[in-house]
DNA sequence: GACAAGATGATAATGAGTTATCAATATAAA
DNA sequence: TTTATATTGATAACTCATTATCATCTTGTC
């Protein structure tokens, strides 16, 4: 991740606009807006540069190839739309799961993920 | 899934007898012992076939192949030994998620897991 | 016990996602 | 501009999990 170069220009603003956790695909769909011959061997490079540079954060969800969101950002977790297959960040965590943890266990960080329709799909 | 045969008996007994959610592999290597020349492709195949028929349900958890856990358990969630890998059943939920949904959308379900240490990794 | 059909195990094949390769191109310093 | 070299894009190769194939073995019925 040396130079600057149109393309990694294009991913990150990308990122930053749409303010969602992206597949690579979705980076690749996006960016080719800006850069219209961008290839996905790019798109995995570059996100691959971002992570290990602390500029992006890898997002896993149940069954699903990782995707990618800018770090930074605050404690939060995630909704996954069963229409569209967007995934978007939510505010907000119950926070105490304590009640939960059997005798002995130790927790030491937690995700929750929600399913349902966003408000595009619902309409 | 139409005849009885020992491979399918020692994949039922093991995930009623390990009682948490396990990989292929997992089955594999705990079915062994009642089995000893057992196939992946069999446990495999089995799998599928439990979960075709109802006896079993898959369970995905971030960045993970899929397990598998005998079906008809109430609602619950599950721990993560980083440690050990291991997958532990919960029991418990906080319930309501709704504050944490933004204007607009609708939530279906939703998944907690827990990621620590279990209690024999902290022994 | 004999037999037909289902089941098994070894392993080749598959599929999805990701990485490696390499000639061509673009960046940025001189 | 020139130049050294980092970057790109196309695509072959790879990885890992899973499924298909098929000769052999088992089950369960007669």
């Known amino acids: 991740m040396e130079r600057s170069t149109r393309q990694r220009q294009a991913i990150r603003e990308v990122m930053t606009e749409l ?4 597949s690579p695909t979705e980076v690749l769909e996006a960016a080719r807006y800006k850069v219209p011959g961008l290839g996905i061997a790019t798109v995995y490079r570059t996100l691959k540069g971002l992570v290990e540079e602390g500029s992006a954060v890898t997002v896993e969800l149940p069954g699903e190839p990782p995707r990618y969101e800018l770090a930074g950002k605050k404690h939060h977790h995630h909704f996954h739309c ?8 939510l505010e907000g965590c ?29 309409n």
């Open 82 to 89: 069963n229409q569209c297959g967007k995934v978007f960040e």
């Open 94 to 122: 119950p926070g105490d799961f304590s009640f939960m943890v059997p005798q002995g266990f130790k927790t030491e960080k937690h995700e929750i993920v929600l399913y349902g329709r966003c408000t595009d799909c619902l």
């Open 19 to 22: 303010n969602r956790p992206l």
